[in-house]
C-alpha cells in the first residue's frame, strides 16, 4: 500500500521551498511515498500593518497550521522552527527538527555602500532592534514586514519608503538564492558578538503527538545534534517566557554531547542587553541555567521595564 502524506505550510516563497525541502528529503528516505502539499494563509501573513508583538506574537504564523492538524486535514506543518512558540499546544509536538542551516543574522545594503553608513535600518524584530541600537546608535529604525522579497525591496524604492539596509536571516536568504543579486552587498554577523533569534536557521516538523506512523517516518530526517541545540535554546526562551514582545536570543552549538549555550536579554530602546555563556550535556538544564543566570543579572529588570509599559 502507497504511503501518503499531507503537508502543511504557509504559502510564502520561503515557506514553500522549506516545504518543497521536506518532501525532498522524504522522498529520498521513503522512495515511492506519495505527498500533497497544503498551503495556508496564517494571521501573521495577513496583518502586516502593525509589528507582531501589538497583535498577538508569532504563534500567528503556526496556529491555523496546528488547527488544520488538530483536524486531521494535515499530518504534518513545516515551520521555521524561530517562529515556533516555546510552548505548544495540547496533543502537538515537534516530530522532528531536520539539519540546522546558517544560523547567522545578515546585513544587507545597496551594493557598494557600507552598513556603518546606513542612517536608516528596516527591521521588526525587537531583538534585533536591541542589537542594532547597540551597534549603530545613531541609525533610524524602521518597522518593516513582509516576506524575504518585500523587505530586500524597501533598499531599492523612492523615499520616504526607502531604507539603507535591513536585517534578515542568512538562512532565508541563501533558501531564496537572493545572496546571488548583483545590485546587493551582504554582511553576515558574527553570531558572537550577535546573538540569532532561538530556533534561527532550523526547521520543525510539528505533527499530532499520537501519530506514530508520521513520527516514524520522520526519524530519517531527524538530525540530533540540531535538536539537542535547539532544545536548549527554547528551554531558555521557555524559562524567562520569551516571545517576540521582547528582545530574547539564544545559540548552542555542541562538541559531541557537550554544548554551549549563548543568550541574551535585552532592551529595544536603551540598546542594553545582559549576555551569558554556560557549557552542559543536558540541553533542558542547560537552558534553565542560562536562563536563572540573565534573570539574576539584570535581565529580570528589564523584562518587568518593557512588559509593563
Do not use: Y
Not at 10 to 36: C, K, M, N, Y
Request: aromatic letters at 4%; proline letters at 6%; glycine letters at 10%.
Amino acid at each position: 500500500m502507497t504511503t501518503k502524506l499531507r503537508i502543511g505550510t504557509r504559502a510564502s516563497a520561503l515557506a514553500l521551498w522549506q516545504a518543497d525541502h521536506v518532501a525532498e528529503l522524504l522522498r529520498e528516505a521513503h522512495p515511492g511515498i506519495e505527498l500533497e502539499r497544503v498551503e495556508f494563509t496564517t494571521s501573521g501573513d495577513r496583518f502586516l500593518d502593525r509589528p507582531l508583538a501589538e497583535i498577538g506574537g508569532k504563534g500567528l504564523f503556526t496556529k491555523e497550521l496546528e488547527v488544520a492538524l488538530a483536524d486531521d486535514r494535515i499530518d504534518l506543518a513545516v515551520h521555521s522552527l524561530k517562529d515556533v512558540p516555546s510552548a505548544l499546544p495540547e496533543g502537538m509536538s515537534i516530530g522532528c527538527v531536520p539539519t540546522r542551516a546558517d544560523v547567522r543574522d545578515c546585513v544587507i545594503t545597496r551594493a557598494g555602500e557600507r552598513p556603518d553608513d546606513a542612517r536608516i535600518i528596516g527591521t521588526s524584530s525587537l531583538r534585533r532592534t536591541c542589537l542594532v541600537r547597540g551597534r549603530w546608535a545613531g541609525a533610524e529604525i524602521v518597522p518593516i514586514r513582509g516576506n524575504v522579497q518585500t523587505r530586500v525591496g524597501r533598499l531599492l524604492e523612492e523615499p520616504p519608503r526607502r531604507v539603507d539596509s535591513v536585517v534578515l536571516a542568512m538562512a532565508g536568504l541563501l533558501r531564496m538564492k537572493i545572496t546571488q543579486r548583483k545590485d546587493l552587498d551582504f554582511l553576515p554577523l558574527n553570531p558572537e558578538r550577535w546573538v540569532p533569534a532561538v530556533g534561527q536557521g532550523a526547521l520543525a516538523l510539528e505533527i499530532r503527538s499520537d501519530d506514530a506512523r508520521v513520527r516514524g517516518l520522520l526519524q530519517p530526517l531527524h538530525d540530533v545534534p540540531t535538536a539537542r541545540c535547539t532544545a536548549a535554546e527554547r528551554a531558555f526562551l521557555r524559562a524567562v517566557e520569551g516571545d517576540c514582545r521582547v528582545p530574547v536570543a539564544g545559540w548552542a552549538s555542541n562538541d559531541g554531547e557537550n554544548l554551549r549555550l549563548k543568550a541574551m536579554i535585552g532592551h529595544p530602546d536603551a540598546g542594553r542587553t545582559v549576555v551569558h555563556t554556560a557549557f552542559g550535556t543536558d540541553p533542558e538544564a542547560l537552558g534553565l541555567e542560562v536562563a536563572e543566570r540573565l534573570l539574576a543579572e539584570g535581565g529580570r529588570e528589564i523584562l518587568a521595564e518593557i512588559r509593563g509599559r
